[in-house]
């Protein structure tokens, strides 16, 4: 009789932990559409696609959120059901608003004789990249826009230099150089901190 108490206790106890939890291991689910890149020069759609590809890297780490790439769409509304069609409790659609790069020189001096003032002179480029992401949270349900924020990543050093689309085109390289450039680097942040504002927000967007 004892062991049955007992046993119903659990049972009971449970069954608690359960109710008080229920949304505990639910993941928000995220549809990813490609990027809108239309303001950065010499970007392509496929560099629009590789960015969004780059945020399911990040959201993936995440232990709130699911991504899933999404098909490209011209409008919030295609975006919406696309969302819809992969079961999505929300899509993400993005503007690169802008993708800067600019360079510096300054001199530099390796050492010599007289305490360097007859050593060997040279130059070093210093890049400074600054990345901005628009970001709107769609209804797949409704398609209306139900939050929206904008990040800024910003990355300065004597890394090997690269452009918008060179950089984001080789993300699938392993070994690649993009996160040995600052615009890799930039974006990279950009994504973390996009895929932290969701994480953030993601009990509030969940069905």
């Known amino acids: 009789m004892v062991l049955h108490s007992r046993s119903v206790g659990l049972i009971v106890l449970f069954a608690g932990v359960l109710l008080a939890h ?5 993941k928000l689910a995220v549809g990813i559409v490609p990027f809108d890149v239309a303001t950065v020069n010499g970007a392509t759609v496929s560099s629009g ?4 590809k780059l945020l399911r890297i990040e959201m993936v780490k995440s232990a709130k959120l699911q991504p899933t790439l999404l098909p490209v769409t011209h409008s919030n509304q295609e975006a919406a ?14 503007t690169v608003l ?8 300054r001199s530099a001096n390796s050492g010599g004789l007289f305490g360097g003032a007859l050593g060997a002179g040279g130059r070093i480029t210093r890049t400074t990249t600054t990345v901005e992401l628009h970001i709107e949270l769609v209804s797949p349900k409704t398609g209306e826009i139900v939050d929206t924020f904008e990040v800024e990543a910003k990355n300065s050093g004597t890394s090997v230099g690269a452009d918008f ?15 040995q450039s600052t615009v890799g680097k930039a974006l990279r942040e950009a994504a973390q901190k996009v895929a932290a504002e ?3 927000r993601s009990d509030k967007l969940a069905k």
């Open 81 to 94: 059901t696309a969302g819809a069609t992969a079961n999505s409790d929300i899509v993400v659609v993005g």
């Open 165 to 179: 689309s060179t950089a984001l085109g080789s993300i699938d390289n392993e070994g690649s150089g993009f996160d």
């Open 198 to 200: 969701v994480a953030k």
């Open 22 to 26: 229920p949304h505990a291991a639910a």
């Open 98 to 105: 802008s993708a800067d790069t600019s360079e510096s020189d």
């Open 49 to 52: 696609q590789a960015m969004a």
